[in-house]
Every structure is written in structure tokens, then in C-alpha cells.
């Protein structure tokens, strides 16, 4: 690519950049708002997650069945007690309405989006390397849609059938926007390659001038 023809590329893309400050201020919010469900959820006294049996059995008709680990419920709600943190961010409870695995998540990549805002600006675009930053939001995508996988597929099912003696299993489904989470981090980490070559490009054009 010719230097002046990636020049007037790159001014053309920095033009249209002057939603970052209000991009940067929306990142924010989002980072108050997880910050404090996440509070929310760490504290709330109600843990509640949906089971059903294994098979069907007696404990079907059963109004209440009590475990160490708390009571089942004639409606298929599985109540905790003395739920550890970890138990509160890896399990998915109905009471708090979020997913604090996923919040922990949020709270990160919206602290890297936060960062790396300011450096997109016209004076910035393609001056300061920021393709390692963009890549780690990538793979911290990735890294979310693996892990909450093996979450939903196999750690809770089994948490629940030991709390419950291998009688109950957990009533949730593999959600299918998983597989979009892991596309979108593949194409984050494209974009960081494409950065990364731009900021290559913009220094071989300055040699020039």
C-alpha cells in the first residue's frame, strides 16, 4: 500500500472517531453498573437455582426435600446455604438475575475498552502500538466463551448432582451465543493483526517523509 494512500486511510478513519469520548463514557457505566450487581449478587441472601431429578422418581412428588447444602422446593428450586463466594460467582442463581461469572468479565474487557479508548483518537491513530491491548481483549473473549462452557456442560450439573446426592441436576441449557461470543474474539484478533500492521505501514510512511 502506497504511504500517501494509507495516509489519507488513516485520516479518514480517524475522522470518524469522535464518538470515542462518548464510547469511553458508556464503557464506564457499564463498568459502575457490573461493579455493582456484582456486589449485589456477592451479597444477597437468597441463592436460588432450578434443578429437576435425574430420573422420575419419588422426588417428584416430594413438597420439600432437605440437603445439608439447602432444600429442594416442590417447584424445582433449589435453595442454598452458606453459599461460598465461589459457589456465587460459578453457579448461575435465579435471585440475583445475573450471571456473575460473566459480570467479572464485563467489569475487565470494559476496564481495557476504557484504556485504550484515548489512544484511537486523530493525533494517536496508528502512533502508539495498542495491538497487544486489543489482542488480550480477544483472547479474554475467548476465554470467557471456553470457560463458561465447560461451566454450563460440565462443572454445574456436577455441583448440583454432589449437593444433592446425585439426585438432581441443573435445569439450564447450552446457550448458542456462546459460539458467536467465540467468533467475535477471532475477529478481535484479526483486527489487532490489522492494527498491528497499520502501525508498521505509519512508521515506513514517516521514514519516507
Known sequence: MKPNLFRSISNSLAESFPLLP????????????????LLIGLTTED?????????????????????????????????????????????SSVSTKFDLFTMIFMVIGSVIIILIAPKLHQQNLFRKDISNTIRLLGYLIMLHGVLNT????????EKIEVLTNHQFTNTGTFPNIIWAELYFSLVILALAGMYQRGIKLQEEYDLTV
Open 47 to 91: 441463592f436460588i437455582i432450578y434443578v429437576e431429578p435425574l430420573e422420575n422418581t419419588m422426588f417428584a412428588h416430594k413438597d420439600i426435600i432437605a440437603y445439608p447444602a439447602g432444600n429442594i422446593e416442590l417447584s424445582g428450586k433449589l435453595v442454598l446455604k452458606n453459599v461460598t463466594i465461589a459457589d456465587r460467582i460459578l453457579l
Open 150 to 157: 465447560i461451566r454450563i456442560v460440565k462443572y454445574i450439573p
Open 22 to 37: 462518548r464510547i469511553r463514557r458508556s464503557f464506564i457505566g457499564l463498568l459502575i453498573f457490573c461493579c455493582t450487581f
